[in-house]
Nanobody, 113 residues
Framework: QPQLVESGGGLVQPGGSLRLSCAAS????????IGWFRQAPGKEREGVSC????????YYADSVKGRFTISRDNAKNTVYLQMNSLIPEDTAVYYC??????WGQGAQVTVSS
């Protein structure tokens, strides 16, 4: 059964950093594009970043550009989202998703002093 599991969420002060991991099992994540999405309370889920399977090209939403970095380690079947200079508006549940619609369970990120 293909599965994605996020980890690395938590509580961080404004200006801090977190690294989210999205570990795949039951399939080879390197064959698929992987995206990160987030959903804040009372808001719709939005796309944050994604990385292609072919050439490693990346996409970032304007709201995170310059602060977040997506990367993948195909040997570990894992995609990462490095989040720097976090602001309270980044508070949300973060999900990863493969291009064949496998979703993770989500990881809570809370940015607060």
């Amino acid at each position: 059964q293909p599965q994605l599991v996020e980890s690395g969420g938590g509580l961080v002060q404004p200006g801090g950093s977190l690294r989210l991991s999205c570990a795949a099992s039951g399939f080879t994540s390197g064959f698929y594009a992987i995206g990160w999405f987030r959903q804040a309370p009372g808001k719709e889920r939005e796309g944050v970043s994604c990385i292609s399977s072919s050439d490693g090209s990346t996409y970032y939403a304007d709201s995170v550009k310059g602060r977040f970095t997506i990367s993948r380690d195909n040997a570990k079947n894992t995609v990462y989202l490095q989040m720097n200079s976090l602001i309270p508006e980044d508070t949300a549940v973060y999900y990863c998703k493969s291009s064949d619609d496998v979703w993770g369970q989500g990881a809570q990120v809370t940015v607060s002093s």
